[in-house]
């Protein structure tokens, strides 16, 4: 048995599943996220791991131990499994270090003190324990919310789009530091989020789920390259459909744009991006517009263009 094990878990709103039957089995330090669409059943889920929902019909394991839900424990909830949410509230009337301080009341007070000195050290946090929540920005809240979570050192750190709110620089900011510093803790940790650009960056393992199962899980290079589906591909970025080939698909960066040979047409739109510019291609023959990625910036709306690509680089996908 691993270290954190999620077993044929169901769940269902009045008749409607959210659940469908999930299972994931963690080692200790592990790190992965989950992806899905609103609706998808990640809040349920982290909510059943973390004992605070009841679920129809599974179980979770922390090691040996049943994580038992609401029903069969009088206070609901563990500390070895700790789950933070986008809207987690600090408490506004006490300090960075009075929030970070809080969940270690009932602690032995050389440890709390240890503890907390070494969270404001590893989470940066130094220069700001005496500043209250309205005077951190959305970011460093977040931080704070999450070194208090660790305050107890709990097992298993369950994080429900703790990133939603803030704005897209703060985010790779607070994301590039909690990765790295999850690797040095090795806090085993689960990160589920709708936006698979926030899990890449935060996570090499991913899961997929759509409609409360699982549709594919792996590494995020081999979910990019070998998509099970066209579900999990569009993920990644648009997939353009082969002409007179059936289920057969091919990224925009995959396409190259000649100036003769392969399949003719012409850029009706263009939109400049960061790393490319993305080009609109309306086909001569079948009259299909693709999504090519014009990196060189060399084309212009109107201009004629030939597309080609390799085979190996063609998406086969059934649904
Ligand atoms: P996600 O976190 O991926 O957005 P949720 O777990 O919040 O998904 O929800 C999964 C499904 O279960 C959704 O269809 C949602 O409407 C439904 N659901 C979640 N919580 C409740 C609830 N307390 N009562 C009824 N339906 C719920």
Redesign the pocket.
């Known amino acids: 048995m691993s270290f954190f094990n999620v077993k044929k878990i169901k769940k269902s709103?009045?008749g409607?599943a959210?659940l469908r039957e999930f299972s994931l089995n963690l080692d200790r330090g592990e790190f992965l996220s989950i992806v899905?669409?609103?609706?998808?059943?990640?809040?349920?889920?982290l909510r059943i791991m973390a004992g605070l929902e009841v679920q129809d019909s599974g179980q979770v394991f922390l090691e040996k131990e049943e994580i038992l839900n609401p029903k069969k424990k009088l206070v609901p909830g563990y500390d070895q499994v700790k789950l933070i949410h986008q809207d987690y509230h600090l408490l506004p009337n006490s300090t960075v270090l009075e929030n970070i301080r809080r969940p270690l009341l009932q602690y032995d007070k050389s440890y709390a003190k240890v503890r907390e000195e070494k969270l404001l050290e590893q989470f940066g946090l130094k220069e700001f324990r005496d500043r209250f929540p309205r005077q951190l920005s959305g970011g460093q809240q977040q931080k704070v919310a999450i070194a208090a979570a660790l305050a107890i050192e709990p097992e298993v750190l369950l994080l429900?789009e703790p990133f939603s709110s803030l704005d897209t620089i703060q985010k790779h900011q607070l994301i590039d530091e909690l990765g790295r510093m999850f690797k040095e803790l090795k806090t085993t940790v689960i990160f589920?989020t709708?936006d698979l650009d926030d899990a890449l960056r935060l996570t090499d393992n991913l899961i997929i789920?759509k409609k409360?199962a699982v549709v594919q899980n792996g590494n995020s290079f081999d979910l990019c390259t070998n998509p099970e589906s066209q579900y999990v591909a569009r993920l990644f970025s648009p997939i353009n459909a082969i002409p007179d080939q059936k289920n057969a698909f091919i990224r925009p960066n995959e396409v190259k744009l000649r100036s003769k040979g392969g399949l003719l047409g012409h850029v009706v739109d263009l939109r400049f991006l960061v790393h490319f510019n993305s080009l609109q291609i309306k086909l001569k023959e079948s009259g299909q517009i693709w999504e090519v990625d014009d990196p060189q910036r060399k084309y212009q709306v109107g201009d004629r263009v030939y597309l080609q690509w390799e085979e190996k680089k063609v998406l086969r996908l059934l649904s």
């Not at 899905?36 to 889920?45: A, N, R, V, Y």
Request: glycine share 22%; net charge negative; hydrophobic share 20%.
């Open positions: 709103y009045q409607t959210a899905g669409e609103s609706g998808s059943g990640k809040s349920t889920l429900d589920v709708h789920l409360g």
